[in-house]
């Protein structure tokens, strides 16, 4: 029984050591196919519609893709590059196998008034060249209706409805239930408009900030009006009428909204989406595969229409600021001042760089890390070789700051900019602690010993040094402003005081130059620069080793557009990668198209070993791309 006994254990052991290794060799197998087999390259149809499909919010720069959607799911649509949906209408534009453009705009969540100015005349540019434009949705929203109104042909589900709303809305405002928590929150500022701090110290809006907040706003609105209207043969009154009478013609029409938006001439037709799809195909060709319309959808396209060029000599760098202006090192989404300021000394070390580009989407942050990029901006400068900043929705307060000292300034129209002011805000919980019977004490061996804890209040010595300190930063402020564009001080100080302006406000106070896109400050820079032919070169902090490694993975499995995707983020010719770099995965998954994240995410769980860090990886060097634009 003993032998048999054992000899049984040895089989089960045999067994399971001959299955461990089939299935190893299996999985080996696996990753090889995925690895080196995918599809064919995707190529254009001749004769077919471009989907022009915006999803998300429109973006200046790539957003990081969390690691954790990628197994389960976004839970909310990819943000769109705002340069990628112009760069799509421009090719498309020129392309004589694109014969249509077919917006689809269902998963697009928020779009900026200069955005929607940005796209809209790209869109126009498009129609220019004699093309049709079709639009459907089972709903519009008032963003989604104004890219939509530059189609030939707007239809609506029967069940939809087109919703105009104006800019405005509400905020919160806690000054009482701080109070009721014995929370005492210490304000410094300069700028009486400066209104940041609010929401915290009053119960509603101060008069400087409605006064300063409507009136932004009905720039904006007179701009919506003005671009809108006409692409459906109307007049603004007639838009605002619908706005503000919307009530009275839904009751009208017994409340079906798609009827009121076909009477007052916002849709031409009222239909489902195969009568659409029907429509569309009569235009441009049946797909024999699915039966739908022929098409391609705007990412395929650009990623079909790409091409590799080698690096010119003649370079104007383009670097990318969005989101809040915070010290050293960030992630993306925020600016960090040590982070673009490395991307300006990458861009200056570079003798193929003629000049440079900020393209500035911020609505402000820390002063110091304000000064400290445009501290390098002006090292490129002293170079003998020009800035040029182009003005992006927002770049307002630290923004601006960054901006002021730059040769020239562009922005959109409707760009909200200006809020030159400094405001800072301390809570402290002297009288929380209080109420609860928590005292604090201590010794100390000046005035300062125990200043700063905001456990014990704020005494006047403390409150002295921070108002002094915000005096300090807004004077440094308004003479950047007054050296930079060359305005009298006093007058900068008039302008100043917290106010927000729109781009062409702006223009108008000679706090911009002129008014345009990113495509025309590239130009300007390259005209200050003295160039006649340029290349255009998007600098970011350059992929390590193993996230370039993990693109030539995803490019074998089919990801074919995922170089496209990730131009932007290689520098070529401007320095070299690390000999071995931290593989950061979700800087190479941001933007990779939702219907390739399944085949290699099933790759990945199979070569990361489950306990490992899911953003980080090491790997090896397989190539080294760069995907640039001539111009």
């Known amino acids: 029984m003993k032998r048999l006994l054992s000899f049984l254990g040895r089989m089960i052991d045999a067994v399971r050591v001959v299955l461990g290794r089939l299935i190893f060799l299996l999985i080996i197998g696996v990753v090889l196919y995925a690895v080196f087999s995918g599809p064919e390259p995707m190529t254009v149809p001749d004769e077919a519609a471009l989907v022009w499909s915006p999803s ?26 705002l340069q990628d949906l112009v760069d799509a209408l421009q090719r498309a534009g020129e392309d004589d196998r694109i014969t249509a453009l077919v917006m689809d705009l269902e998963d697009l969540l928020g779009v900026s008034p200069a955005h929607i100015e940005i796209l809209g005349d790209a869109l126009a540019d498009f129609k220019d060249s004699g093309k049709l434009i079709y ?6 929203s008032q963003g989604q209706y104004a890219l939509a109104s530059y189609a030939d042909t707007i239809t609506l589900h029967p069940m939809g409805s087109v919703m105009i709303t104006g800019y405005g809305g509400n905020q919160l405002f806690v000054r009482d239930l701080l109070d009721k928590l014995n929370i005492n929150v210490h304000v410094f500022r300069v700028g009486e408009f400066k209104s940041a701090a609010e929401p915290f110290t009053r119960m509603d809006m101060s008069d400087e900030a409605r006064a300063d907040a409507q009136t932004l706003m009905g720039e904006l609105w007179s701009g919506f009006l003005a671009r809108v209207a006409p692409n459906r043969e109307r007049s603004p009154a007639e838009l605002q009428a619908y706005a503000d009478r919307f009530p009275e013609l839904l009751m009208a029409a017994s409340g079906d909204m798609s009827r009121v938006a076909f009477e007052q001439g916002l849709v031409d037709n009222i239909a489902g989406i195969d009568s659409f799809r029907r429509q569309v195909a009569a235009s441009v060709g049946v797909d024999n595969d699915n039966g739908s ?15 590799i060029i080698p690096p010119l000599n003649d370079q104007v760098a383009v670097i990318v600021a969005q989101g809040t202006i915070m010290p050293g090192e960030q992630p993306q989404g925020l600016i960090g001042a040590d982070d673009v300021s490395e991307l300006v000394r990458i861009a200056q070390q570079s003798d193929a760089v003629k000049a440079l580009v900020l393209r500035i ?44 000292t730059a040769d020239r300034i562009l922005a959109s129209s409707s760009t909200i900019t200006g809020s030159i002011g400094v405001i800072g805000m301390i809570p402290t919980f002297e009288e929380a602690l209080d109420n609860l019977g928590i005292g604090v004490d201590g010794v100390g061996t000046t005035a300062m010993s125990r200043a700063g804890d905001p456990l014990s209040g704020m005494d006047d010595v403390l409150a002295t040094i921070y108002q002094s300190t915000i005096d300090d930063a807004y004077q440094r402020f308004i003479q950047l402003v007054s050296d930079g564009r060359d305005i009298p001080l006093a007058e900068v100080d008039a302008l100043a005081q917290g106010r927000v302006w729109t781009g062409a406000q702006a223009l108008e106070l000679d706090l911009v130059d002129e008014l345009g896109d990113l495509e025309q400050a590239i130009a300007s820079a390259a005209e200050l620069a003295g160039l006649q032919a340029w290349q255009e070169v998007y600098v970011e902090q350059p992929l390590s080793f193993g996230e370039q490694m ?28 690390p000999a071995h770099g931290a593989l950061d995965l979700s800087r190479v998954l941001a933007g990779v198209p939702a219907h390739e994240v399944q085949r290699w995410q099933s790759m990945m769980d ?25 111009h």
């Open 56 to 81: 998300g919010v429109i973006t200046e720069q790539r957003s990081q893709a969390n690691p954790a959607d990628l197994l389960l799911g976004p839970a909310m649509p990819e943000n769109s590059v």
């Open 135 to 140: 639009a459907y949705g089972d709903y519009f």
């Open 293 to 307: 319309f022929r098409q391609i959808h705007y990412k395929d396209y650009l990623g079909a229409t790409d091409r």
């Open 361 to 404: 989407d911020s609505p402000g942050g820390a002063a110091l890390a304000s000064e400290e990029i445009r501290a390098a901006l002006t090292q490129f400068q002293q170079s003998g070789r020009p800035v040029v900043v182009s003005m992006g929705s927002t770049a307002a307060s630290g923004g601006y700051w960054i901006a002021a």
């Open 550 to 577: 993990l693109i030539q993975m995803m490019d074998s499995m089919g990801a074919t557009q995922v170089l496209a995707t990730v131009r932007d983020g290689v520098v070529s010719g401007l320095r070299n990668s």
């Open 606 to 630: 199979l070569i990361l070993p489950q306990d490992y860090p899911a953003q980080r990886l090491r790997t090896l060097l397989v190539c080294n791309v760069c995907v640039m634009t001539p």
